[in-house]
Nanobody
Framework: QVQLVESGGGLVQAGGSLRLSCAAS??????MGWFRQAPGAEREFVAS????????VYTDSVKGRFIIAKDNAKSTVYLQMNSLKPEDTAVYYC?????????????WGQGTQVTVSS
């Protein structure tokens, strides 16, 4: 089992920044990802990072604005969100992928709300 606890969400004006944190505990994992779900929309992938800090991937809409990073000493993954837009408003979830072979995120945090006002 992997336990994930997100923090750092809140209300920010358009153009502002927020940093989300995801503290992980329990078994090791292969990769960590951030996802988001806006009201009435499906959950979508935002960014991911492999356990060694490599293989970083972003969805197109956040490239150049968001940065995913990890601190192994703190067992924490971060999502630095800059130049925020109202369309970034969503509940953000971190998730852990335990298998190298199976591309599925097995463990999920409780989510943290990000609201960007125009």
């Amino acid at each position: 089992q992997v336990q994930l606890v997100e923090s750092g969400g809140g209300l920010v004006q358009a153009g502002g920044s927020l940093r989300l944190s995801c503290a992980a505990s329990g078994r090791s994992y292969y990769a960590m990802g951030w996802f988001r779900q806006a009201p009435g929309a499906e959950r979508e992938f935002v960014a991911s990072i492999r356990w060694d800090g490599g293989s970083i991937v972003y969805t197109d809409s956040v490239k150049g604005r968001f940065i995913i990073a990890k601190d192994n000493a703190k067992s924490t993954v971060y999502l630095q969100m800059n130049s925020l837009k109202p369309e970034d408003t969503a509940v953000y979830y971190c998730a852990a992928r335990s298998s190298v072979i199976i591309p599925r995120y097995d463990y999920w945090g409780q989510g943290t709300q990000v609201t960007v006002s125009s």
